[in-house]
């Protein structure tokens, strides 16, 4: 399965993917109004800074994963491959968060958990690997 | 103190696009961008832009530009404002003021008036889709006898040569001057083009060697990086004569730009500027020469070609000449458009010929002399476009040097900066974190993007004129027309003028 | 004003029409005019010529130069610097016959001669070097003097003209020979020079040429370096230096000489044997400016054979037919079919791969 994985050799730490993903998880048209002053708006991925070395995190989607082991309200689920959270199901008991090893799963004012999901409700390549300058995100089959 | 200097560009941003996100200030080694909480806006002082466009480029809502500023001195004919300020620059330093790329002066380019010739009724265009097309190209001395045995062997001796499977070469770029993610993307690039890349004066790191069989190894006047090993690792030797950048004198790698790995790829202390003199001192004369080209011929076996690069000057048909009978394989011209990684900005702007006189000049002179077997011409500096290079090759080319054209392939956005070695597209900088801004998976992709686009268009060009291989394209200057020249502009190209 | 040929390089489209008897029956002229004179529509009547081969037994051990003079200074001129560096067997005027079509003839003169010994020592020439040299002495530096034809036991009849005028002309009908070329010429612009029609000649080689070859100033510029001028900056006249170039002075065989001038492809060379493949790799380097491409049909004529061959992509129309001991070639079907109705073998050769007939050992020079 295709999955996202970050080398971080190539990783400025130029944070673009973030906005991309906030883009992309917008549902905004156009970039400018998904940052519109004032609006709150998070990325599922986020850029872990070094001095020299810096690396852009996000949801490993695990093959035996512990978040959606620790789920209490069954919003968590695998599909494809894919981790995928059910807002309607999310009751916000941050479990997930505490058991994710990667601190891959991130909060914000809204009471549900917010993960990457591959960009499965997007078409295509993830928008983070799109909007890397430098191809240090890639999508890509592994063994 | 008044510095008398005002910024020659300005950033214009557009608030309502502007998403803050902060790329352009992290990007920008020259912090002119940066971000300010009290604002919560972003903020640019333009003092230390040098237009880089990296800002630009990575800005994800497109809210940048930078323009030229309208910030004018008193008008005056004979002292434009470029001049005033650089009168300023040095009053304050004392220095010699420093450039880098090619002479970006408005001289002519007679690439731009000369035309290109294609076939109507009287004999067929030849379409490359559908026919063999051909731009294999060997350099080197050619064979000058061809005996068989009587069972139809060969008995001839041919000389070292290079083969190139397109007409293109990446020339001497040295590792200090440019990144080692530079260098490992033109590396990598001419092993997938089956063609070659030039070290420059800067050593063959030691990763590098892989690609041997596709480097040409540089000796110049400062002899860095050169050992045994190396000589051996290549494909072909050049000795550095000159650079069209700066014909008449040497080079110099400052010291910040030798780190660990520089100074040991070029055999000198780390953190010590690495002085190229400016003649080779132990050739003040041809027959020096003759020498030197001698000794590496014997270092390595008389196995590999050894090339002499000279910068077109105003006697360049003359030096050809004498270093055609010297012993070299191949002549490399540099025009006076050439790039350097820095050079003093009168010497840059005021030294040398164009590349377009010097080389039918000096393939005029061989042919004349009958000695153009003898050598193969490589000429570059510079050569923008596959029609430039059907021109050259047309003019009597073997083959074309890509400096500055494989630098804008890897991102360069010729801002003509690389002396201040804060290269924001990771070219040519040795700042690690510049450095890693160019990945050679993408580097090596797009120049190999870029020569097969050429390749492709001199093929186009090649079979509008009828022709199917690009032997038949070398010196056929009857394929060219000269527009808006003099007769005697026309009589040193060697072509006719358009409508003739 | 036009300029002359040679002032400016003439682009055309031709004819051309050649046999060779191999067992060397000496066969009448007026064959080959009638062969092309089936191709009246690929001349426009600006130039026609012939080659003929075994037409001089009575002299053959002697060269035979034709000259055009413009005038009779420029005659003068001329014998004189053939009997300063020569020995003058015979000499006369071209025997001609009146003809309607064929006017603003100039002088055209025939002699047989050698070399003087003493004067081809002095020179530290070879023989033939020594020919060539006197020729291109005689058409650069004498004003109105050209010497058009200059090998031994043949000779070139050309003219303004169509091609089955210009046979009538010269009374082809009157000689035999074992091989015959023929050229009926169609170029885009021209004054009419009587030197400039084809076929192109030197020593025993001729060319007759249907083709507008694009490599040619990188060809000439080749040949240039090696002492040859280009004065009439025609594709004919390069291809003939080209040939004389590789078959007489670096000896390669007509094969090879093929293989340079209609190089196989690279790609074909990879896929050849280890020998061959040195050797292709060898010829196509060292002689990379001598690769002719564009369109091209050639009839090389030399001493005792033919050679017919097409560029390489072949973009030039060329048929090929053998009847008992004769072996046509002609740009189109009709010519051979109209001096040999009924032939054994009809074929179209491939591009660059040439025909080269030779005659049977014992057959008559």
């Not at chain 2, 103190?1 to 920008?28: G, H, S, W």
């Not at chain 3, 090998?151 to 091609?163: L, Q, R």
């Not at chain 3, 007759?208 to 025609?234: P, Q, W």
Request: aromatic share 8%; proline share 4%.
């Amino acid at each position: 399965m295709k999955k996202v994985y970050v080398n971080e050799d190539w990783c400025l730490g130029c944070h673009l993917c973030e906005y991309y993903c906030s883009f992309a998880n917008s549902g905004e048209s156009n970039m400018i109004k998904a940052f519109n002053k004032g609006k709150k708006t998070t990325p599922r991925i986020v850029v872990e800074e070094g001095s020299a070395i810096n690396f852009a995190v996000q949801c490993r989607h695990c093959d035996d994963p512990l978040c959606v082991k620790g789920c209490i309200s069954g919003a968590l689920s695998i599909q494809n491959g894919i981790i995928l959270v059910d807002d309607t199901k999310c009751v916000g008991c941050y479990t997930c968060v505490l058991s994710c090893p990667y601190g891959c799963i991130v909060t914000d004012h809204e009471k549900v958990i917010k993960k990457c999901d591959l960009c499965a409700s997007n078409s295509g390549t993830p928008a983070c690997v799109q909007g890397c300058p430098n191809a240090a995100i890639v999508f890509e089959e592994r063994s | 103190m008044i510095d008398f200097l005002y910024p020659d560009y300005e950033i214009i941003r557009n608030e309502k696009r502007c998403i803050t996100c902060k790329v352009c200030a992290r990007q920008c080694a020259n912090e002119v961008h940066a971000y300010d909480e009290e604002l919560d806006c972003m903020v640019a002082d333009e003092k230390n832009c040098v237009n880089c466009q990296r800002c630009v480029s990575l800005c994800p809502t497109r809210a940048l530009k930078i323009v030229k500023t309208n910030n004018v001195f008193k008008e005056n004919a004979n002292w434009p404002q470029v001049l005033i300020t650089e009168a300023y620059r040095q009053a304050a330093t004392g220095g010699v003021l420093l450039s880098s790329m090619g002479n970006p002066q408005p001289y002519p380019v007679y690439w731009d008036k000369i035309l290109i010739n294609a076939s109507q009724v009287t004999n067929p265009s030849i379409d490359p889709l559908r026919e063999p097309m051909e731009t294999q190209t060997f350099l080197g001395k050619k064979p000058q006898t061809v005996k068989f045995d009587k069972e139809g062997n060969l008995l001839s001796e041919s000389y070292p040569h290079l083969k190139l499977e397109v007409p293109f070469m990446f020339s001497a770029m040295s590792y200090g001057s440019i990144s080692k993610n530079a260098h490992e993307s033109l590396a990598r690039a001419a092993t997938e083009l089956g063609t070659f890349y030039n070290t420059g004066e800067g050593g063959l790191h030691e990763d590098f060697y892989k690609y041997g069989e596709h480097t040409i190894v540089q000796v110049a006047s400062g002899r860095f990086g050169v050992h045994k090993k190396y000589l051996e690792a290549g494909a072909a030797i050049e000795i550095k004569m000159g650079q069209g950048a700066k014909p008449g004198i040497g080079g110099h790698l400052p010291g910040i730009k030798v780190g660990e790995d520089v100074s040991k790829t070029r055999m000198i202390p780390q953190g010590t500027d690495a002085i190229s003199p400016a003649p080779h001192h132990d050739i003040y004369s041809i027959e020096d020469l003759r020498q030197l080209i001698f000794s590496l011929k014997e270092a390595t076996h008389y196995e590999k070609p050894v090339i002499v690069k000279i910068a077109a000057v105003h006697n360049v048909a003359a030096i050809a000449s004498g270093i055609a009978r010297s012993g070299a394989d191949i002549i490399s011209i540099d025009g006076y458009r050439g790039g350097t990684g820095a050079a003093p900005t009168r010497i840059r702007d005021n030294v040398g010929i164009p590349i377009e006189l010097a080389l039918a000049a000096v393939d005029a002179r061989l042919r004349d002399e009958g000695i153009r077997n003898e050598v193969s011409i490589v000429v570059g500096g510079s050569i923008r476009s596959a029609s430039d290079a059907v021109k050259a090759i047309a003019l009597g080319a073997d083959a074309i040097y890509l400096g500055t054209a494989a630098l804008l392939a890897l991102g360069c956005h010729l801002c003509r900066s690389c002396h201040g070695a804060k290269c924001n597209w990771g070219i040519a900088t040795q700042r690690p974190d510049l450095v890693k801004r160019l990945n050679p998976e993408i580097g090596y992709e797009r120049l190999v993007n870029l020569i097969h686009a050429w390749d492709h268009e001199v093929k186009e060009m090649m079979g509008g004129m009828g022709i199917n291989s690009i032997e038949a394209l070398r010196g056929n200057r009857l394929m060219l027309r000269g527009i808006g020249l003099s007769e005697k502009e026309l009589e040193i190209l060697g072509i006719a003028h358009a409508g003739e | 004003m036009l300029k002359r040929e040679g002032e400016i390089r003439i682009p055309s489209g031709c004819a051309i029409s050649g046999f060779i008897n191999r067992s060397g029956k000496r066969v009448n002229g007026g064959e080959i005019v009638k062969s092309i004179s089936y191709m009246h529509d690929r001349s426009n009547g600006l130039g026609g010529g012939f080659a003929g081969y075994g037409i001089y037994p009575e002299y053959k051990d002697l060269y035979a130069f034709h000259v055009f003079y413009e005038n009779s200074q420029s005659r003068e001129e001329t014998e004189r610097f053939l009997e300063k560096h020569f020995d003058i067997v015979n000499l006369s005027r071209i025997p001609t016959r009146k003809h309607k079509n064929i006017t603003h003839e100039p002088l055209i003169w025939r002699y047989f001669l050698n070399p003087l010994p003493t004067k081809l020592a002095a020179s530290q020439l070879d023989e033939k070097e020594y020919i060539v040299q006197s020729v291109i002495n005689i058409n650069i530096k004498i004003d109105g003097a050209y010497v058009f034809s200059s090998g031994k036991n043949m000779g070139v009849f050309k003219a303004v003209g169509f091609p089955e005028d210009v046979g009538e002309f010269y009374r082809l009908d009157e000689y035999a020979g074992y091989a015959w070329t023929a050229h009926g010429r169609y170029p885009t612009n021209t004054p009419g020079w009587w030197g400039g029609a084809h076929p192109f000649a030197l020593l025993d080689y001729t060319i007759v040429h249907n083709g507008e070859i694009s490599s040619y100033d990188a060809n000439r510029r080749f040949v240039e370096m090696f002492g040859y001028k280009c004065t009439l900056l025609t594709d004919t006249e390069v291809i003939t230096y080209i040939i004389d170039l590789l078959n007489r002075k670096h000896e390669l065989s007509l094969e090879d000489v093929c293989k340079v001038i209609a190089a196989p492809f690279w790609s074909k060379i990879d896929t050849l044997p280890e020998k061959e493949k040195a050797k292709y790799i060898h010829l196509r380097n060292m002689f990379a400016s001598l690769l002719i491409t564009g369109p091209f049909s050639i009839i090389l004529g030399f001493e005792g054979g033919l050679m017919a061959l097409n560029d390489r992509l072949k973009l030039r129309s060329m048929v090929a037919a053998e009847k008992g001991d004769t072996v046509y070639i002609a740009s189109e079907e009709c010519a051979i079919r109209a001096i040999c109705p009924e032939v054994d073998r009809i074929w179209y050769p491939k591009g660059g791969e040439p025909i080269i007939v030779t005659l049977n050992k014992g057959g008559d020079k």
